[in-house]
């Protein structure tokens, strides 16, 4: 069964920074891929991150480089998401998924099915 667990989410005033972690376990085999979500509104989802299990790829979104950062520990499993300079409108629910086969939300030609239950970011002015 396939686990992802959010975790480092909480209140921060404008400026600050905050790392969110993501420990994957029970992934399937082609399961290669994991990202960073976030949920501002009810209208859907936005990507920001995406990273390889395996190898050494992994980016922001365009419009996120420079202040959120990817990286993983491969011991662990687990995918970190560094966020400096937070700004109010990083404000958000951010989600964990995992690639899945044939089904899910794409990005960067990975399809994105399974997810975690996300962690609040809350940045106040």
């Known amino acids: 069964q396939v686990q992802l667990l959010e975790s480092g989410g909480g209140s921060v005033q404008a400026g600050g920074s905050l790392r969110l972690s993501c420990s994957a376990s029970?992934?399937?085999?082609?399961?290669?891929?994991l990202a960073w979500f976030r949920q501002i509104t009810v209208s859907g989802r936005e990507v920001v991150a995406i990273v390889a299990l395996t190898g050494n790829y992994g980016r922001a979104a365009a419009s996120l480089r420079g202040r959120f950062w990817v990286s993983r520990d491969y011991a662990s499993n687990t995918v970190y998401l560094d966020i400096e300079r937070l700004k109010v409108e990083d404000s958000a629910k951010y989600f964990c998924a995992a690639e899945k086969n044939n089904d899910g939300v794409w990005f960067d030609g990975v399809r994105f099915g399974y997810w975690g239950q996300g962690t609040q970011v809350t940045v106040s002015s």
């Open positions: 029970g992934l399937p085999d082609g399961s290669n891929h």
